[in-house]
């Protein structure tokens, strides 16, 4: 008999068929006349009810059926008496597969802390809230990538491992096969890199934008959707070393195209995942956040407030509003600044342009000012920035001019100085940190309860 998931078998035509099912008991209760399992495979939040009525089966062939084992299951799927849950299966076979031993099966009660679940992260996929936030996660995966596609944008995938460290969007992590222990040492002294494997210093990417950007002036419009890496120690709820992050580049578009398609980007993704994964959500909101659907609906059904850097830090000044990290023209906005400005000023998302050069990327148009650059920061309730973008600098003299000013090492920038020596437009990108926008969907408020094995400083397990 083939196998149903369990998603699949609570639609009416089932009912009064035999069904083969297969997954992992969550818990088992009842008397010695009949004993129920609920069991779950991971497809869906909900579990399956199996009835075992103990006239037909024996104590041995229950013996080893506890929470965590794993079981596969024969019987007719009939409607359900029991409250909370449409059908059950009478079962006619049970076969187990793999026990779990209860002195030792960690996920034994409901309710464990998400810190306890944290170190248990090889086994938190099976709890229900991490099968939400994992379900939750994988839909908006694929309702970046239809988002994207069904817009033309191509899907490029740009290097991991990269020799320029001029990226400025974080400290990162060296890669070597050099022995440590034994380091080759040229004539003064240094770490001699040309006898590394790729024959000088290499790192793991902070950022694909920049291949990105050769990407968008050949194919006009790209994203690209992989992991990044910053060696940054800030042990914050919303920092990973490890995340992915969401890069479009876009050929012909200026920075208000650029806002335009961010806004209906985040609000695309957030209604493909109330559209598509709204048991999930339903049952975050009620563990975690009450607030939870209220708070997307009202993401997706208002506009996002749009000002400038000066029009926000003149805010921020004249809130009131004493702040751990002083605000003044010129600081880099905190979260808590940026948190000010959407939960309590604005009460609803704002998207922040126009920030001092200073604080911003290299690669930034320069406004008219001479002081600003063309940035677009997304700043969200609970979360901050989630998105980081701007038009770029399409001038070859100014972008060199900027280069200099910052002493950014020229040996390494030539190829991408050759996309405004060469047929140079106009464009404009953004990157989406992917954790930020799941811890905003799901409700969850530490970045590590997101992404399946956390890498954050001092903790690489599993
Ligand atoms: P922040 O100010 O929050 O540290 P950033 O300005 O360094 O972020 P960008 O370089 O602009 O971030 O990266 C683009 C996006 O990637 C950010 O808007 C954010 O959503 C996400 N992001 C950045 N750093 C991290 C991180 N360490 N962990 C998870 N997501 C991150
Ligand atoms: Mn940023």
Redesign the pocket.
Known sequence: MKRTKIIDIFSPELIGTEVSVMGWVRTRRGNKHVQFLAINDGSTIKNLQVVIDMAKFTDDDLRGVTTGSSVHVTGRLVESMGKGQTCEVQAETLKLFGTADPETYPLQKKGHTLEFLREKAHLRPRTNTFGAILRVRSTLAFAIHKFFNERGFFYLNTPLITASDCEG??AMFQVTTLDLNNLPKTEDGKVDFSADFFGKPTALTV?GQLEGELGATALGAIYTFGPTF?A?NSNTP????E?W?IEPEMAFYDIVDNMDLAEDFIKYCINYALDNCRDDIDFLAQMYDKDLVDRLKFVVENSFVRLSYTEGVKILEESGRKFDFPVFWGADLQSEHERYLVEEHFKRPVILTDYPKEIKAFYMKLNDDGRTVRAM?VLFPKI?????GSEREADYDKLLGRIEELNIPMKDMWWYLDTRRYGSVPHAGF???F??LVLFVTGMTN?RDVIPFPRTPNNAEF
């Open positions: 969007a974080g950022s910053r940054e919303r920092h990973l070393s995340f992050m920061d901050g920035e989630i998105i980081g990157g989406l940190g954790e930020r970045i």
